[in-house]
């Protein structure tokens, strides 16, 4: 992929993941206003809290994790912000498996967040394993398929005002939603790892 195209892309989301995250980290604030379908979460109290704060962690601090100078240069400052994001994710999405069971959009939303949840959980804790383990080049890849999960987050609150933008009912975008935050976005991310943008070398032939 062009150098350009992928700072863009990076930057798109960076700034994307810490608005959202900043701006959801409301929850935390004494008597804020819950939108009525998550307020009925069975789960709500107090996993909403836990998981609002948790998961805003993940997405704030994660995109500075791909700046490879950062990882040249300041290894420990890597290191710290690894450490919080798995924490975040692993917590934050036992709060999100949690809260799926509890949700009020219907078997579908359910299915959709709860899978989510168990393959954020899995894929964090295999990344982590991996750091540990020193096998840093298979850590990187699995880390970019936990990044591609946690931006689900932002995907998922800019589909879903697109959504009543079009007129589509409400209930029926956020079940559909449910699934279309995440499944493209591990999609492209499983391609980018395989290194299906990278550019071509020239063969032989062309040279
Ligand atoms: C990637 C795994 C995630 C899963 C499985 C998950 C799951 C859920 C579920 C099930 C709900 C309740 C929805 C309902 O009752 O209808 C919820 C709400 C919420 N989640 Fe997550 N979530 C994830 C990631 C994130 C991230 C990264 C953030 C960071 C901003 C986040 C922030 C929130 C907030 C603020 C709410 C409250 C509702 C709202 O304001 O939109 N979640 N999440």
Redesign the pocket.
């Known amino acids: 992929m062009n150098s350009y195209v992928s700072r863009g892309l990076w930057g798109f989301g960076a700034v994307s993941s810490v608005l ?2 900043l701006v ?1 980290y409301r ?1 935390l604030v004494p008597h804020m206003p819950i ?1 009525p ?2 307020g009925a ?1 069975l789960m709500a109290r107090p996993w ?1 809290f836990v ?2 704060g948790l ?2 962690t ?2 704030l601090v994660g995109p500075w994790q791909f700046l490879p100078r950062l990882r040249a240069r300041v290894p420990r400052l890597h290191r710290w912000l690894g450490r919080i994001y798995i924490f975040s994710c692993i917590v ?2 036992t709060g ?2 949690l ?2 069971g ?4 219907g078997p579908v ?1 359910r299915a959709g ?1 709860g899978l ?2 168990v393959i ?1 959980l899995l894929v964090n804790v295999q990344g982590l394993r991996l750091a540990m383990t020193g096998r840093y080049a298979e850590h990187r890849q699995w880390m970019i398929r936990s990044f591609a ?2 931006f ?2 932002v995907l998922l ?1 800019v589909y879903i005002p697109l959504s009543q933008m079009m007129g589509i009912e409400f209930m029926t975008a956020y079940r559909a939603i449910s699934w279309l935050a ?1 499944v493209p976005n591990l999609i492209v991310a499983e391609l980018y790892v395989r290194g299906v943008f990278r550019p071509r070398r020239p063969t032989a032939a062309m040279a």
Not at 102 to 105: F, I, K, P, R, V
Request: hydrophobic fraction near 60%.
């Open positions: 959202i995250a959801s929850y939108p379908n998550v979460n909403l998981h609002a998961a805003s993940a997405l934050g999405g999100g498996l809260l799926a509890g949700a009020t959009a939303a967040f989510l949840a954020w999960l946690t689900g987050a609150r995440w």
